[in-house]
């Protein structure tokens, strides 16, 4: 069983930067590959970015390709996601997640998400 708990959520004015944390407890995490989704208001939730367990290979959605950057540190159990550039229409609750696979949006474990605001 795999814990996650986000962090770092907040509002922001449009152009701004956050950076999202997520620990995890358990041991299987630094050999797991991991992801960041993202659920607005009345939308489905969406793929963000994913790491593999070495955090040599990432992928992004098209949205947010050269705006984010999705990191990790298995030493501290935690996954990142810096957001720079941030638009309006990034305001969402963001979840990380453990994937099934390096490439597969299918996900064995949910954190319970963080509220990111950006204002325009």
């Known amino acids: 069983q795999v814990q996650l708990v986000e962090s770092g959520g907040g509002l922001v004015q449009a152009g701004g930067s956050l950076r999202l944390s997520c620990v995890a407890s358990g041991r299987t995490f630094s050999s797991r590959a991991m992801g960041w989704f993202r659920q607005a208001p009345g939308k489905e939730r969406d793929f963000v970015a994913a790491?593999?367990?070495?955090?040599?290979?990432?992928y992004y959605a098209d949205s947010v390709k050269g705006r984010f950057a999705i990191s990790r540190d298995n030493a501290k159990n935690t996954v990142y996601l810096q957001m720079n550039s941030l638009k309006p229409e990034d305001t969402a609750v963001y979840y990380c997640?453990?994937?099934?696979?390096?490439?597969?949006?299918?996900?064995?474990?949910w954190g319970q998400g963080t509220q990111v605001t950006v204002s325009s």
């Open positions: 790491i593999t367990w070495s955090g040599i290979s990432t």
């Open positions: 997640a453990v994937v099934k696979r390096y490439g597969s949006y299918e996900v064995d474990y």
